[in-house]
């Protein structure tokens, strides 16, 4: 089992839809948590932290669960640009300090 | 202020071959780390360097070392290339290690894409 498991993909979501992502991981050391946006054959950028409150950042929210030890990422009003491979990452610090990537689900926002 | 930048962005090798990759860090960042990107999959974590000193590695062999630098660029060192070792390798620096704050973001360089025949 991977440590940080995403949804399969691709998902294929209409323009304006609403659209869910989840990541579960499996070590109980991890500490912090973020999602991670990677356009085509480009390099992975910020789109946000997770913090157990949950966030919101305009059309996104993130949520965090420990006790299920999941972390979901929501996108509202879904747009043509929102299209990219979305990426959870989480940070482990036990006796080493390792940042776990998820392989990503790749979204496809259409018209 | 400039970003990250990685070289060379392309490059070929053989089995059995060593490479060195470089990555100077954005300036004012103090922490550097690295990732192997496979086609189609999400970066894999190599090593950190906080410092000039490595304080954090993946699942990777002793094969796969590097280097961080006084002025924080760094180096990554891979000996006895294998075929599985094509991929991108993206290096990224952050302001200092990325811990509960979610203020120290990577910032990426735009990889170096290793081919090994």
């Known amino acids: 089992r991977k440590e940080v498991e995403q949804d399969p993909g691709p998902f294929n979501v209409p323009e304006g839809a609403t659209v869910a992502f989840n990541c579960t991981y499996s070590n109980s050391a991890s500490q912090s948590f973020f999602w991670y946006r990677q356009d085509c054959r480009k390099e992975p950028k910020l789109l946000m932290s997770v913090y157990s409150s949950g966030n919101e950042d305009g059309r996104f929210t993130a949520q965090l669960n420990r006790a299920s030890q999941y972390i979901s990422l929501l996108i509202r009003d879904s747009k043509l640009s929102d299209s990219a491979t979305y990426l959870c990452?989480?940070?482990?610090?036990?006796?080493?300090?390792?940042?776990?990537w998820g392989a990503g689900t790749k979204l496809i926002i259409k018209p | 202020e400039t970003g990250v930048t990685q070289s060379p962005t392309h490059l070929i090798k053989t089995r059995g071959q060593q490479v060195t990759l470089r990555c100077s860090s954005q300036s004012g960042h103090n922490t550097v780390s690295w990732y192997q990107q496979a086609l189609g999959q999400g970066p894999q974590f190599i090593f950190q360097?906080?410092?000039?000193?490595?304080?954090g590695r993946g699942n990777f062999p002793p094969r796969f070392s590097g280097l961080q630098f006084p002025n924080y660029s760094s180096e990554l060192n891979v000996n006895a290339l294998e075929l599985d070792d094509s991929a991108l390798y993206l290096c990224?620096?952050?302001?200092?290690?990325?811990?509960?704050?979610?203020?120290?973001?990577?910032?990426f360089g735009a990889g170096s894409r290793l081919t090994v025949l």
């Open positions: 990224a620096s952050s302001l200092r290690v990325v811990t509960y704050s979610g203020a120290n973001v990577l910032t």
């Open positions: 360097y906080y410092r000039e000193e490595e304080n």
């Open positions: 990452v989480v940070i482990v610090m036990d006796s080493n300090y390792q940042l776990i």
